[in-house]
Nanobody, 122 residues
Framework: QVQLVESGGGLVQAGGSLRLSCAAS????????MGWFRQAPGKEREFVAA???????TYYAESVKEGFTISRGNPNTVYLQMNSLKPEDTAVYYC????????????????WGQGTQVTVSS
């Protein structure tokens, strides 16, 4: 049974930092692209960042390019370092994984985590 489990969310003041972690289990994700999405209240889920297993290239939404960094630890772990957080970054953050990248940014991925809440106060 494949599982993606996020951790590291919480409440932080504007300008602060959080580091999200995602641990995958149930299979090896060595050849899977992994990334993060988020969904704010009343909004659709949106792409945040991704790291491809082929070459380790990283991709970011324009809105987070300056403050967020995605990285992978072992093949089954992905992190999202979030600095200079803003109230508009408040959302549930989801980890995602898929063997194909073609539709990854659109959210068409095979595996999702259950999400972790990030709340940024002003």
């Amino acid at each position: 049974q494949v599982q993606l489990v996020e951790s590291g969310g919480g409440l932080v003041q504007a300008g602060g930092s959080l580091r999200l972690s995602c641990a995958a289990s149930g299979r090896t994700f060595r050849s899977y692209h992994m990334g993060w999405f988020r969904q704010a209240p009343g909004k659709e889920r949106e792409f945040v960042a991704a790291v491809k297993w082929t070459g380790g290239n990283t991709y970011y939404a324009e809105s987070v390019k300056e403050g967020f960094t995605i990285s992978r630890g072992n093949p089954n772990t992905v992190y999202l370092q979030m600095n200079s957080l803003k109230p508009e970054d408040t959302a549930v953050y989801y980890c995602a994984a898929d063997a194909e990248y073609r539709d990854f940014v659109r959210g068409r991925v095979s595996y999702w985590g259950q999400g972790t809440q990030v709340t940024v106060s002003s």
